[in-house]
């Protein structure tokens, strides 16, 4: 199996050769500068989540687009050999589980936010829906000018095509998935 990094390269690639788009376009568009979109593009570096999603967003497609892997009949995937996109100094781990293939319009990813750990995730596409289940820990959810608290046992979504955040606030690892909705 490709590595992440192998993957968001190959797929960016890609997108941006489908659409005719240069690496100076592209590098316009999302803001990411022309040397990083090379070293992304050679399987290079290590992407944090914000600048892929400043790259999908530029891209004007949905994040997953970045992270599908080849698709297969049947998929077995194992959290343990998948490698996690890092924010927060590899405190927020975020492992893509089932991307979204551009046919689904959604995805699935397991995260895991050390104690005391931050994430501020850019607007996705417009009209996409976030929905997440704690199954340890407790965070806070800033969206839409609006603060939530939720913990183990307790599940939220809310219109993430605005800036929003997420917080640790306990004092353990909070585990999570996340199921993205892309209309």
């Keep these: 199996m490709d590595s992440m990094n192998q993957i968001v390269a190959k797929n960016i690639k890609r997108l941006r050769e489908k659409n005719k ?39 004007k497609v949905p994040f997953d687009a970045l992270t599908v892997r080849p698709e297969n009949p049947y998929e077995l995937v194992k959290t343990s050999e998948l490698q996690p996109l890092l924010e927060d100094g590899g405190k927020v781990k975020n492992y893509p589980i089932f991307p979204d293939d551009d046919n689904r319009k959604f995805a699935v990813y397991y995260l895991e936010l050390d104690a005391g750990s931050y994430w501020e995730s850019e607007p996705h596409l417009k009209g996409t829906t976030e929905f997440i289940t704690v199954f340890t820990g407790q965070l806070e959810i800033d969206t839409d000018g609006q603060r939530f608290s939720v913990g183990k046992g307790e599940n939220i979504r809310f219109k993430a095509d605005s800036v929003h955040s997420y917080r640790n ?3 353990e690892a909070a585990i999570l998935h996340m199921i993205l909705f892309n209309p």
């Design 21 to 59: 788009m240069s690496m100076d376009e592209l590098s316009k568009l999302s803001g990411v500068s022309k040397s990083m979109l090379a070293q992304i593009e050679r399987g290079e570096g290590n992407p944090t989540l914000s600048t892929l999603w400043k790259i999908s967003n530029g891209m």
């Design 169 to 171: 606030v306990g004092n």
